[in-house]
T-cell receptor
Framework: DTEVTQTPKHLVMGMTNKKSLKCEQH?????MYWYKQKAKKPPELMFV???????INESVPSRFSPECPNSSLLNLHLHALQPEDSALYLC?????????????FGNGTRLTVT | AQSVTQLDSQVPVFEEAPVELRCNYS??????LFWYVQYPNQGLQLLLK??????LVKGINGFEAEFNKSQTSFHLRKPSVHISDTAEYFC???????????????FGKGTKLSVKP
């Protein structure tokens, strides 16, 4: 069982829909991350939040909008996605983003854009 | 700039045989090295990490890795694999020098380990 919980596990959405992915952790971690993983590829970093502030945005298109309401929650709001955005979206957390603590990953949301 | 090379995209092996998954890195500064495992339909899980100290690092599930600075390698080994070890394995490197962030973690392309009965 993972200590980082992601919902939903699967999501199918049309290109005109608006949806949100949710991530929750209660380990007291102050850094949270969104990754995108295509099939047979390593995870690609999208965003990093440190102490609830966005610290890294890896030039992600604006149709992806992250939000960190508090230290335990991380959302990813989706709007007007393209079929090529279909992927596994992974949330991760760590104690801090500037120390050696390992990343704890959730099991991901499998997103299909039709 | 850092980079990570996993030399084998797929490694098939029979149950109870030994296995080595290879990882080489390049970096101009001191690095921290990690191995993560991803089981089907799951996220990544840390197997082991090298930060400093002993170059032989032991991890979970009987895996170990050896940091070799002269060869810039961090190969993962297990003396006897099980069917349940079938998964994707990612080597990763980060530079946590001043101002660095774990968001700068660089993953290799992954090695698919398939354990056959």
């Amino acid at each position: 069982d993972t200590e980082v919980t992601q919902t939903p596990k699967h999501l199918v959405m049309g290109m005109t829909n608006k949806k949100s992915l949710k991530c929750e952790q209660h380990m007291g971690h102050r850094a949270m991350y969104w990754y995108k993983q295509k099939a047979k590829k390593p995870p690609e970093l999208m965003f990093v939040y440190s102490y609830e502030k966005l610290s890294i945005n890896e030039s992600v298109p604006s149709r992806f909008s992250p939000e960190c309401p508090n230290s335990s929650l991380l959302n990813l709001h989706l709007h007007a996605l393209q079929p090529e955005d279909s992927a596994l979206y992974l949330c991760a957390s760590s104690y801090r983003d500037t120390d050696n603590s390992p990343l704890h990953f959730g099991n991901g949301t499998r997103l299909t854009v039709t | 700039a850092q980079s990570v090379t996993q030399l084998d995209s797929q490694v098939p092996v029979f149950e109870e045989a030994p296995v080595e998954l290879r990882c080489n890195y390049s970096s101009s500064v001191s690095v921290y090295l990690f191995w993560y495992v991803q089981y089907p339909n799951q996220g990544l899980q840390l197997l082991l990490k090298y930060l400093s100290g002993s170059t032989l690092v032991k991890g979970i599930n009987g895996f170990e890795a050896e940091f070799n600075k002269s060869q810039t390698s961090f190969h993962l080994r297990k003396p006897s694999v099980h069917i349940s070890d079938t998964a994707e394995y990612f080597c990763a490197v980060s530079d946590l020098s001043y101002g660095g962030s774990q968001g700068n973690l660089i993953f290799g392309k992954g090695t698919k380990l398939s354990v056959k009965p």
